[in-house]
């Protein structure tokens, strides 16, 4: 009975690294901000992980995915990535999401994707406002004049009904013009 116990404890020690191995790849999807997000397709793209390995550069595949796998590395450790400035149909592109990309980790769950969205050259600044929603149109700063007038005419004793109707419909007609939804379908009909 003994040698039998022995010898269990020793496969188990000998197997147990096999089934506790650390995450060493980045899985994730380039894709574009200004077509829905549609995947950038036969992108070039590399990591380095400083003083530890290289990876073969890669493309990007139909569906915007891509693997980079560093034998050495473990998941938390900071991926410079470069990516590659045109596509498969020779479009030039930018990056739109430098800060996520300039602090990529290998993530702890190998499944989890990291994005990666790029731009037409020449529009990232835009691109960049739409992303990080820095943006405000007129049209944004009017709805909020609007609605502050509102407000002040809602708190008066006095109410001026007529004009608190007429203040709902332009606010509501504003934000059916702001609503990037509505833009969107009526761009593509």
């Known amino acids: ?3 039998l ?14 089934f ?9 999807k380039m894709l574009f901000l200004s077509s829905g997000k549609t995947p950038a397709q ?11 390995e290289n990876t073969n550069s890669v493309y990007t595949t139909d569906d ?20 590659g400035e045109e596509d498969q149909h020779g479009k030039q592109i930018e990056v739109v999401n430098e800060k996520e990309v300039e602090i990529c980790r290998i993530r702890a769950d190998y499944k989890e994707e990291f994005e990666i969205i790029v731009c037409p050259k020449g529009s990232r600044d835009l691109a960049a406002q739409k992303y990080y929603n820095i943006i405000k149109t007129s049209s944004d700063i009017a709805l909020a004049q609007l609605k ?14 007529k004009l608190i109707t007429e203040y709902g ?10 609503d990037s939804l509505v833009i969107y379908r009526e761009a593509f009909q």
């Open 169 to 178: 419909n332009r606010i509501a007609t504003l934000e059916q013009q702001t």
């Open 1 to 3: 009975m003994k040698p």
């Open 5 to 18: 116990k022995a010898f269990l404890i020793i496969c188990f020690f000998l197997n147990s690294p096999l």
């Open 148 to 161: 502050n007038e509102m407000d002040e005419l809602l708190q008066k004793q006095e109410k001026d009904y």
């Open 20 to 28: 506790s191995q650390n995450n060493n790849t980045l899985r994730g």
């Open 64 to 83: 915007g995915s891509y693997v980079l796998i560093f034998p050495k590395a473990r998941e938390g450790h900071r991926v410079n990535l470069t990516i």
């Open 42 to 52: 036969g992108v070039t793209i590399s990591g380095i992980i400083k003083e530890v």
